[in-house]
């Protein structure tokens, strides 16, 4: 056998190995959430580890957010008939947040969505299924945790981020 054949079918199977992760993977879609109710969610109370509103609290470490019930329309008229895979993703870019484990993400599902935490810039599984209608509703009930002591803003910044949904159609 050739010393030369050998050392390119052994770069071509390294090569391979390197690049099959990535190839099987399904590509990932953002979803468009515009047509969601409430577009713009906000924190429906913000308090202190201690249960006390946080801007009356003295030396607070934590930032307990509490959105509620927060539902989203998301359009998937695309995908109608093809199974797929639900992404609820956390955004790992937030500005003022200090580290990706400052920010924990919790909810609880309905209509079949899984319930969950992540912190920033993770992604989780939130249902798998058939795509029968046009627009998916979902619902969740939605709070966080933010750790101050790694949360950096200006003083005309506010704390803020916006989650949403990826899909993968399944094969």
Do not use: C
């Not at 056998?1 to 050998?6: E, T």
């Not at 390119?8 to 109710?37: E, K, M, N, W």
């Not at 607070?60 to 927060?70: C, D, K, T």
């Amino acid at each position: 056998m050739n010393i030369r054949f050998l050392t390119r079918f052994i770069a071509g199977l390294v090569l391979g190995l390197i690049l099959l992760p990535t190839l099987s993977h399904a590509q990932a879609i953002r979803l468009d959430d515009s047509a969601s109710p409430r577009y713009q969610v906000e924190s429906l109370q913000v308090l202190s580890e201690k249960g006390e509103p946080l801007d009356q609290s003295i030396n607070p470490q934590l930032a307990l957010l509490e959105f509620g019930l927060v539902e989203y329309k998301l359009a998937t008229a695309e995908f109608v008939g093809q199974r797929v895979q639900l992404y609820y993703v956390v955004p790992s870019a937030i500005k003022g947040l200090l580290s990706p484990n400052a920010l924990s993400v919790k909810w609880h599902g309905n209509n079949g969505l899984t319930d969950g935490t992540a912190y920033a810039g993770e992604r989780r599984l939130v249902w798998t299924g058939t795509i029968q209608e046009p627009w998916f509703n979902a619902s969740i009930y939605l709070s966080a945790q933010v750790h101050l002591s790694q949360l950096r803003l200006r003083s005309n910044e506010v704390f803020g981020f916006e989650s949403y949904f990826e899909l993968e159609v399944l094969p």
